[in-house]
Nanobody, 117 residues
Framework: QVQLVESGGGLVQPGGSLTLSCAASRNIFSTYTMAWYRQAPGKQREWVAT???????SYKASVQGRFTVSRDNAENTMYLQMNSLKSEDTGVYLC???????????WGQGTQVTVSS
């Protein structure tokens, strides 16, 4: 079992920045692909970014160049640095871990990001 806990959400003005954290209950980065998703009110959950075991990253086109995903192996924590935020970035951001060898999957409870003036 893996527990994921997100934090760092809040209210920010357009153009502002936030950094989200996803703390895992144990060291999983060597055996799990990590990802960020978000869900806006009334919309389906959508993928935002992926961080692979080898450190490779990929991003949804609309956040490319504005968002950066990273991790701290010693702290078992993944981050999402979000810059130049737009109103359309508003939503609940969720952390996901998908087992590479086990194919199990875990979700955090989410953290709310609201971009508004």
């Amino acid at each position: 079992q893996v527990q994921l806990v997100e934090s760092g959400g809040g209210l920010v003005q357009p153009g502002g920045s936030l950094t989200l954290s996803c703390a895992a209950s144990r060291n999983i980065f060597s055996t799990y692909t990590m990802a960020w998703y978000r869900q806006a009110p009334g919309k389906q959950r959508e993928w935002v970014a992926t961080l692979r075991r080898n450190g490779d990253t990929s991003y949804k086109a609309s956040v490319q160049g504005r968002f950066t995903v990273s991790r701290d192996n010693a702290e078992n924590t993944m981050y999402l640095q979000m810059n130049s935020l737009k109103s359309e970035d508003t939503g609940v951001y969720l952390c996901n871990a998908h087992g590479v060898y086990t194919n199990d999957q875990y979700w955090g409870q989410g953290t709310q990001v609201t971009v508004s003036s």
